[in-house]
């Protein structure tokens, strides 16, 4: 029975009613969609040798006859161990299997076979549980092995046999991407990649394979933002009058002078806001670099038009503290709307301020949107941490139905390399803030190891007795949470016991009632409270300039990105500030990631860096794009992203409505309509 595209993957060998149902959950129904379940890595068995040929501590695969094999009781356990020797005219080599006593069955003498696994010698010469392929044949042995991941009842070779069988239906795949691109990139045909990937012949074709798919998966990215930022020019937005007499008055009246990077960010905003169509852009600084009165800048330029701006924050601790400072940057009322606060309703008095005109400004959380709190004549709407806010909740804001659609400012304290930031954030215009503040000291990083943990907590007292604070911030809450890892309950009754013995703690977690958090921040701010041990809550914005020192207990399970976000809650004043990273269990990588830290106070930098140590995964997906996930591409692949960026540019240029390639058309439809339904 012939096998396409569109077939059940019940119709192929081996794939019954339960391995069925396991490929289901999966998302895999279709033959189609298992060509499409790409291996998570891979085993080089492609060394062929014969018994007598091995060496200790190689991987490969022998090939031979089955001289004997018999299975025998483990002394001391009731494990059973078979042993057999395979040979050839090289000579011969023992095989040892253990508790798999059904082979002894199953394996006879005389046979050929080809087993794969490695060489060792810790029995004398042998290769011990080896997979095993009988006859001559290459799907599990003897090549690069594919590596799937499993669910259910389904066997690894079950999904290997599978998948190849399902090859030759890749023939009739539509090669979406136009013959031009492909040339001018080297890249092979689609079938040929899906072959390379499942069951490559040599490592070359295995990359040719990954390179091909890497880039359908970031070209198809590239159209789709494309197509939203074509669309928000068909969308009429609420035109803000460039005020320069204003955004002048505004800047002379703040307490401190803006950098210049400050400047050229508030000029590209207020220009877009002075436009038809709505704006989208993204502000990415470094911690501490000032986004919050750049995002005032405009607020104040929206609310001088006569509408209204709306600031979002991730968590209602940095609501509370950005209506504090967008407050002072106005000089005005503003408004603040949490979900633990009484939503907007007939009688509320956020909304009496806002339909009075008494305010301009709302501050809430991401959850307004969520609760779709109707606010009228809003101009802009202002993003923060826009990580946790994709693409597709930004184009949902145009669809106001016959209204004009809201300016959208998202910002990220998150550094990203520009490419790497125009790839993932495709569908936004980018400013970037890559000065700090004049006055600001570099906060001293240290990486302390536990010989020299009392000195620093010694340190960590004379500062705060001194009338400094400090941050304690761990992994988890509670030490049941998690074994290995100190909890907040559990360092925070160390210290009140040991070496901070006498000052005031306090603690802060996710746990905790909004008020009590908002009490534990309020405690600290005015400085009731001299130490606070948290978790990761005061990840993003808490601002305390009191605070100069951040002790990060378990560095190494947190990543650098999120290090550096911590270590910027200190070093905002004047004041010397201080970074202590205490570890737990360093490996090498972890070792290099807390080094970077002791090396570089630059985001930027540190970014760059984080590229480089981190491994390949996915840290695009939903969360941050808001199309379908990446399966292969990583954020090490800048050049491939590069490449695919500038080719949908051209291709565009050429036909912006793509009347030419409609296979481009259809793919980016099709993926569309996928977001949709998910």
């Given at each position: 029975m012939?096998?396409?595209?569109?077939?059940?993957?019940?119709?192929?060998?081996?794939?019954?009613?339960?391995?069925?149902?396991?490929?289901?959950?999966?998302?895999?129904?279709?033959?189609?969609?298992?060509?499409?379940?790409?291996?998570?890595?891979?085993?080089?068995?492609?060394?062929?040798?014969?018994?007598?040929?091995?060496?200790?501590?190689?991987?490969?695969?022998?090939?031979?006859?089955?001289?004997?094999?018999?299975?025998?009781?483990?002394?001391?356990?009731?494990?059973?161990?078979?042993?057999?020797?395979?040979?050839?005219?090289?000579?011969?080599?023992?095989?040892?299997?253990?508790?798999?006593?059904?082979?002894?069955?199953?394996?006879?003498p005389g046979s050929k076979l080809s087993i794969a696994g490695r060489i060792d010698d810790r029995y004398g010469l042998s290769i011990v549980n080896p997979i095993i392929e009988k006859g001559t044949s290459s799907t599990h042995t003897g090549r690069i092995v594919p590596v799937y991941g499993l669910t259910g009842s389904i066997t690894m070779r079950r999904l290997r046999d599978?998948?190849?069988?399902?090859?030759?239906?890749?023939?009739?795949?539509?090669?979406?991407?136009?013959?031009?691109?492909?040339?001018?990139?080297?890249?092979?045909?689609?079938?040929?990649?899906?072959?390379?990937?499942?069951?490559?012949?040599?490592?070359?074709?295995?990359?040719?394979?990954?390179?091909?798919?890497?880039?359908?998966?970031?070209?198809?990215?590239?159209?789709?933002?494309?197509?939203?930022?074509?669309e928000r020019t068909l969308v009429s937005a609420h035109k803000i009058p460039l005020n320069e007499e204003l955004l002048k008055?505004?800047?002379?009246?703040?307490?401190?002078?803006?950098?210049?990077?400050?400047?050229?960010?508030?000029?590209?905003?207020?220009?877009?806001?002075?436009?038809?169509?709505?704006?989208?852009?993204?502000?990415?600084?470094?911690?501490?670099?000032g986004k919050s009165v750049v995002a005032a800048a405009a607020i104040k330029s929206v609310a001088d038009a006569g509408h209204i701006s709306v600031y979002l924050a991730p968590t209602e601790i940095l609501a509370a503290q950005q209506h504090i400072a967008i407050s002072s940057f106005l000089g005005e009322p503003v408004s603040l709307l949490t979900r633990s606060m009484?939503?907007?309703?007939?009688?509320?008095?956020?909304?009496?301020?806002?339909?009075?005109?008494?305010?301009?400004?709302?501050?809430?959380?991401?959850?307004?949107?969520?609760?779709?709190?109707?606010?009228?004549?809003?101009?802009?709407?202002?993003?923060?941490?826009?990580?946790?806010?994709?693409?597709?909740?930004?184009?949902?804001?145009?669809?106001?139905?016959?209204?004009p659609a809201p300016h959208l400012l998202s910002m990220t304290a998150t550094p990203i390399p520009r490419s790497l930031a125009l790839s993932i954030y495709g569908d936004l215009d980018l400013s970037v803030l890559d000065e700090m503040p004049p006055g600001r000291k570099p906060i001293a990083t240290a990486l302390v190891p536990a010989a020299q943990q009392e000195g620093m907590w010694q340190h960590v007292r004379e500062l705060v007795e001194s009338g400094q604070q400090a941050f304690v911030v761990c992994p988890l809450i509670d030490p049941s949470d998690k074994l290995g890892a100190k909890s907040v309950t559990q360092v925070e009754k160390e210290l009140s016991k040991g070496s901070l013995k006498g000052l005031k703690l306090a603690t802060l977690?996710?746990?905790?009632?909004p008020d009590q958090k908002e009490k534990a921040i309020q405690d600290f701010r005015s400085g009731k409270t001299n130490v606070l041990v948290s978790t990761t809550v005061v990840e993003v914005g808490v601002d305390i300039p009191g605070a100069t020192v951040m002790v990060?207990?378990?560095?190494?399970?947190?990543?650098?990105?999120?290090?550096?976000?911590?270590?910027?809650?200190?070093?905002?004043?004047?004041?010397?500030?201080?970074?202590?990273?205490?570890?737990?269990?360093?490996?090498?990588?972890?070792?290099?990631?807390?080094?970077?830290?002791?090396?570089?106070?630059?985001g930027f930098d540190l970014a760059e860096k984080d590229l480089l140590l981190r491994g390949p995964g996915n840290v695009f997906g939903n969360a941050q794009s808001g199309f379908p996930d990446f399966q292969l591409a990583t954020p090490a692949d800048v050049d491939i992203m590069k490449k695919a960026r500038e080719r949908a540019a051209e291709l565009l240029d050429q036909d912006a409505l793509l009347e030419s390639y409609p296979h481009v058309r259809d793919r980016i439809e099709r993926s569309f309509d996928k977001v949709h339904l998910e």
């Open positions: 012939a096998i396409h595209l569109n077939s059940s993957v019940s119709e192929l060998p081996g794939i019954g009613g339960k391995a069925y149902q396991a490929l289901k959950t999966l998302g895999v129904s279709s033959v189609q969609e298992l060509l499409w379940y790409v291996p998570f890595r891979y085993d080089d068995f492609s060394i062929i040798k014969g018994p007598g040929e091995v060496v200790a501590g190689e991987t490969c695969t022998v090939r031979g006859t089955l001289q004997s094999i018999k299975s025998r009781p483990a002394k001391n356990s009731h494990m059973k161990i078979v042993d057999a020797v395979i040979e050839d005219e090289t000579g011969e080599l023992a095989v040892i299997w253990f508790n798999q006593s059904y082979l002894e069955r199953t394996l006879r599978a998948i190849k069988v399902s090859l030759p239906a890749a023939e009739e795949m539509v090669d979406w991407i136009p013959n031009e691109i492909l040339e001018k990139e080297s890249l092979i045909g689609l079938a040929e990649a899906l072959r390379g990937v499942h069951f490559p012949e040599s490592r070359e074709e295995l990359d040719q394979a990954i390179i091909r798919l890497k880039f359908d998966e970031l070209f198809l990215h590239q159209m789709m933002f494309a197509r939203v930022r074509s008055t505004f800047v002379e009246g703040l307490p401190f002078k803006l950098t210049t990077a400050q400047r050229k960010a508030t000029w590209d905003i207020v220009q877009d806001l002075d436009k038809p169509h709505p704006m989208n852009r993204l502000l990415e600084g470094d911690v501490g670099s009484k939503k907007i309703g007939g009688d509320d008095a956020s909304r009496d301020e806002i339909l009075s005109g008494k305010t301009r400004c709302i501050v809430g959380t991401h959850a307004l949107l969520q609760d779709r709190v109707s606010i009228p004549n809003v101009g802009l709407i202002v993003v923060d941490e826009q990580h946790r806010f994709g693409v597709e909740q930004r184009h949902a804001l145009l669809d106001t139905g016959d209204g977690h996710g746990r905790l009632k990060i207990v378990g560095a190494e399970r947190f990543g650098l990105a999120q290090l550096h976000q911590l270590r910027g809650r200190v070093g905002r004043s004047d004041v010397q500030s201080y970074c202590y990273l205490l570890p737990d269990n360093l490996t090498e990588n972890s070792e290099a990631r807390l080094q970077a830290m002791v090396e570089s106070n630059n």
